[in-house]
């Protein structure tokens, strides 16, 4: 069993950043694909940022590209999520999410998720 915990959510002021945690727990190990989603109200969880087995790759949804970066640190079972030049329409409910196997934004193919941190950009 996997258990991930997010940490980081918060207010904070357009054109701010903030930095994301997520730390992995129990049966987890570089071969895994991390990923985060997020979920603003009242609309579908969708895909953010992913991150490869070893690193080399990640993938980013075109709403995010070029303001956050994920990343990974193996020997922490950590992965991260920096957010910069926040936008109000970037709030939402941040999941992370594990897989094992190659690197997709398919929601539907990751198999464990964390509780979610709030993310709260005011305009």
């Known amino acids: 069993q996997v258990q991930l915990v997010e940490s980081g959510g918060a207010l904070v002021q357009a054109g701010g950043s903030l930095r994301l945690s997520c730390a992995a727990s129990?049966?987890?190990?570089?071969?895994?694909?991390m990923g985060w989603f997020r979920q603003a109200p009242g609309k579908d969880r969708e895909f953010v940022a992913a991150?490869?087995?070893?690193?080399?790759?990640?993938s980013y949804a075109d709403a995010v590209k070029g303001r956050f970066i994920i990343s990974r640190d193996d020997a922490k079972n950590m992965v991260y999520l920096q957010m910069n030049s926040l936008k109000p329409w970037d709030t939402a409910v941040y999941y992370c999410a594990q897989r094992r196997g190659y690197l997709t934004t398919g929601r539907l193919l990751y198999d464990y998720w964390g509780q979610g941190t709030q993310v709260t950009v005011s305009s």
């Open positions: 129990g049966r987890t190990d570089s071969s895994y694909t």
């Open positions: 991150i490869s087995q070893s690193g080399a790759s990640s």
